[in-house]
């Protein structure tokens, strides 16, 4: 046969199955899709407050001292998840908590210099060079 006729009739097999996908999935679409609701809607009323439920209002002036204890909490929180990675990596390397310094936490992406390969990666292209 012709060589030509063979693309065409290939290439014309593949638009004609994806047309009928197309199609397919828009019958799905009519069939299981949302039913459009009423045209008669309620209006929204607004809620009534209530007494009980405190109302927002401008923000409250911070005190030094409360400043200085949101910043000890933040250091606490922080010595906890040095602690929790430490178990961690603990528990994992089978090694004892004292085998080991955590130097430095990072989030992630913070020293990758705009990389997005993996460090095994970046240590192969900088050893060819």
Same mark, same amino acid.
């Given at each position: 046969m012709n060589k030509w006729l063979i693309m065409f009739a290939g290439i014309g097999t593949v638009f004609v199955?994806? $047309?009928?996908?197309?199609?397919?999935?828009?019958?799905?679409?009519?069939?299981?899709?949302?039913?459009?609701? @009423?045209? &008669? %809607?309620?209006? $929204?009323q607004e809620p009534k407050p209530q007494s009980g439920i405190p109302q927002a209002?401008?923000?409250?002036?911070? @005190?030094? &001292? %409360?400043?200085?204890?949101?910043?000890?909490?933040?250091?606490?929180?922080?010595?906890?998840?040095?602690?929790?990675?430490?178990?961690?990596?603990?528990a994992a390397s089978g090694l004892s908590a004292s085998a080991f310094r955590i130097a430095s936490i990072q989030p992630e992406g913070a020293g990758d210099l705009g990389f997005k390969t993996p460090v095994w990666g970046r240590i192969e292209r900088f050893n060819r060079q």
């Open positions: 199955a994806l $047309i009928s996908i197309i199609a397919i999935i828009q019958v799905f679409h009519l069939i299981f899709g949302k039913r459009p609701e @009423s045209k &008669k %809607q309620k209006p $929204i209002g401008p923000a409250q002036a911070v @005190s030094p &001292k %409360q400043a200085e204890q949101s910043a000890s909490a933040q250091a606490k929180s922080g010595n906890e998840l040095i602690a929790v990675i430490a178990a961690a990596i603990s």
